[in-house]
């Protein structure tokens, strides 16, 4: 791991070097100014706190490795590194040893005051002393020059004296507290947070170990990441269940003035999403560095796409366009970082804009014109956001424009209905061109539409909002309902007040199906909320004894009117459909499409996580879930149909 810096004394740190004193009354008083708050962020912030002492001692290159534990009360904290040990010497004019000084007194500094890139800033780098003020019990135990030190706080004030307590091998120092239960209301650790904190950590500082014991649980989780960034970055998008666009990252390290980190790439994903931290603290709120990178991206690869003349005619694009998709990771150093915010979780330092900027802005483009396919991925990436903003800004612009000359928009394959009243028009959509024609025959021309797909529709679970948008099938069908999407969504637009989808009774059509409803659900939920989507079911048999015709929508239906009639009147016959092409338009009309004699099911949500965990299962990019769903179901299936 690099050692940024060692400090104003280099490793000569003596107890002469701390400055400022003042008690830590202030803090018990209105621990909110320090901590942010009493609640479980204010809580967790004590064990930031400490474990960033302990980052920091690793990043100025004396530790390599950090443990924390959670106690079995789940309210007790160990934090242990093995870098130096805080100094246990005298000082000469407190006559206090230094420990206790940096543990009693607020910014006792030394450490702060000079030292430069330490955790220092905002609510960060507030101290130990913070700790211990807020702690019932802390226990501090200081590996140093062969000897084991410890020494025992409580609220804010040392209630033992330092004492040598082994001959030891080794430095390093051990925190152990406990919040006090008169400040915070409660004080339960969340393991998961402290994990995740310590696993980001991991990325942000590559070589350094970082280790997590619940000793409720026994578990024990290990982080180390020799790639950093670009670890993170992976486990991001694998997280996020995204699909990168570039076979590459761009990445950017920078050890001179400010050190920098930065690695990024475009995904499939509608969204983009920045991570930024300053001095390995996470600034969740942006600030001054994100609008810097934010620009950077933005500059290069406009610059890219307008020396290759990539933009197709009558496109323009905007800066949002250019940023879609994207996953980005920033860590930078600051020598004195200004946090804004009510949790200055906010970087405010003004210079800070125009340096990473073009800091950025020159390493992407210098990427750019070394990796002409890559960049004319991602051109073509930002070309298709654009192409997707302004096809949804077109539907909605049609949709706003009333019905008329909405009508001169509908996709041609469409047989409209002549109907005009949304509340009795039906839209069946009809899987294939054949089965298309059958129900365009067999309809009700007044009041039924046919809008025929054909072939699978694309997956929209998978697939970023871009590319549903422009997908034919997809947009002919929003279209054809006259309602937009998403964020352009007009129920009081919708055409028709019954959607059916009408599929054959086969793998393939259920299949279909699944991808029509995932869209829905995805893009239109109200519709399915308000009740507009049905599934009509055409019969599977047709089943002739004597001169009575009976229709089966499955096997069961079949083999129940079959034992039915078993001896009543002669020889049944029996007709499977293998599709509804098969169907002739007669048929199709009594047994589908009549209002009087059909079956349609109403689609409704009965349970939301039921139903989000179903279609991430069935439908989502994670193939495991769903190997996992048919291998358990393999055992109760007769036929499998593939
Ligand atoms: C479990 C928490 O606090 N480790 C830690 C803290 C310090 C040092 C080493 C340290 C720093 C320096 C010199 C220096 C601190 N020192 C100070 C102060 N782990 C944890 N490890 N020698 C040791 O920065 O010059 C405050 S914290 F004030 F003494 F500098």
């Not at 009117?561 to 002669?570: T, V």
Request: glycine letters at 8%; proline letters at 4%.
């Amino acid at each position: 791991m690099a050692g940024r810096n060692n400090g104003p004394n280099g490793n000569s740190y003596t107890a002469k070097d701390i400055t400022v004193l003042e008690g830590l009354e202030p803090v018990r008083k209105r621990p909110g100014m320090y901590i942010g708050g009493v609640d479980s962020a204010g809580l967790h912030h004590l064990v930031w706190e400490i474990l960033d002492n302990a980052v920091d001692e690793a990043m100025n290159g004396h530790a390599s490795r950090i443990e924390v534990m959670l106690h079995n009360d789940g309210s007790t904290v160990t934090v242990s590194d093995n870098g130096r040990g805080i100094p246990t010497d005298m000082h000469p004019k407190f006559k206090k040893p230094a420990l206790e000084l940096i543990l009693t007194t607020l910014h006792a500094g030394g450490k702060f005051e000079g030292l430069n890139y330490s955790h220092s800033g905002g609510l960060h780098g507030v101290g130990a002393s913070v700790v211990t003020a807020l702690s019932d019990r802390l226990v501090a135990r200081v590996k140093r020059g062969g000897v084991e030190w410890e020494q025992k706080f409580a609220r804010g004030k040392a209630i033992s004296a330092l004492k040598e307590v082994n001959q030891v091998r080794g430095s390093g120092t051990t925190i152990t507290f406990h919040p006090d239960p008169e400040i915070f209301p409660s004080i339960t650790f969340k393991p998961k947070l402290i994990a995740e904190r310590l696993e980001t950590k991991a990325y942000l500082h590559k070589g350094l170990t970082l280790i997590f014991r619940d000793q409720a649980t026994g578990e024990e989780s290990k982080y180390h990441h020799e790639d950093g960034l670009r670890a993170y970055l992976a486990q991001l998008l694998v997280e996020g269940q995204k699909k990168a666009v570039i076979p590459e990252v761009f990445t950017l390290e920078r050890e001179d003035e400010p050190p920098l980190e930065c690695v990024l790439t475009w995904t499939e994903s509608p969204e983009e999403s920045f991570h930024t931290f300053v001095n390995g603290i996470p600034t969740p709120f942006g600030g001054t560095h994100e609008a810097g990178l934010k620009s950077a991206i933005v500059k290069a690869v406009r610059n890219y796409i307008n020396v290759h003349d990539l933009t197709p005619k009558g496109l323009t694009l905007t800066a949002e366009d250019t940023r879609e998709g994207i996953v980005a990771i920033l860590s930078l150093y600051l020598k004195e970082p200004q946090f804004q915010g009510q949790t200055k979780e906010k970087l405010g330092n003004p210079e800070v804009t125009a340096q990473i900027d073009t800091l950025v802005r020159t390493a992407l483009e210098n990427f750019l014109l070394h990796n002409r396919s890559q960049a004319d991925a991602i051109a073509q990436r930002v070309i298709l956001a654009a192409k997707a903003r302004s096809a949804s800004r077109a539907a909605l612009e049609t949709v706003r424009k009333g019905s008329v000359s909405h009508r001169l928009n509908l996709p041609g394959k469409l047989a409209d209905c002549s109907s005009t009243s949304p509340e009795m028009s039906e839209l069946f959509i009809v899987e294939g061109d054949s089965a298309g024609g059958s129900a365009k025959q067999g309809r009700d021309r007044i009041f039924q539409a046919i809008l025929p797909l054909r072939g699978k529709v694309l997956n929209t679970e998978q697939a970023s909002l871009s590319k549903v948008l422009t997908n034919k099938e997809l947009s002919d069908l929003v279209s054809a309902l006259g309602c937009g999407v998403d964020k352009s969504f007009d129920l009081s637009k919708l055409r028709y007040h019954k959607i059916c989808l009408l599929m054959d009774a086969d793998s393939d059509g259920n299949h279909i199906c699944t991808l029509l409803l995932t869209f829905f659900y995805r893009h239109l939920l109200d519709l399915i909320r308000g009740g507009y989507v049905y599934i009509a079911r055409p019969p599977l048999y047709k089943i002739e004894i004597g001169k009575e015709v009976f229709w089966a929508n499955d096997d069961t239906e079949k083999d129940r009117l079959l034992a039915q009639r078993n001896g009543h009147a002669g020889k049944a016959q029996v007709q499977r459909f293998k599709g509804l092409g098969e169907m002739n338009p007669h048929t199709l009309k009594e047994t589908t499409l009549d209002p009087r004699s059909r079956t349609l099911l109403r689609v409704t949500i009965e349970n939301v996580e039921r139903t989000e965990a179903s279609i991430q299962t069935l439908m989502g990019r994670d193939v495991q879930p769903r190997f996992e769903f048919i291998m358990n179901r393999a055992p109760k299936v007769e036929e499998v149909d593939v």
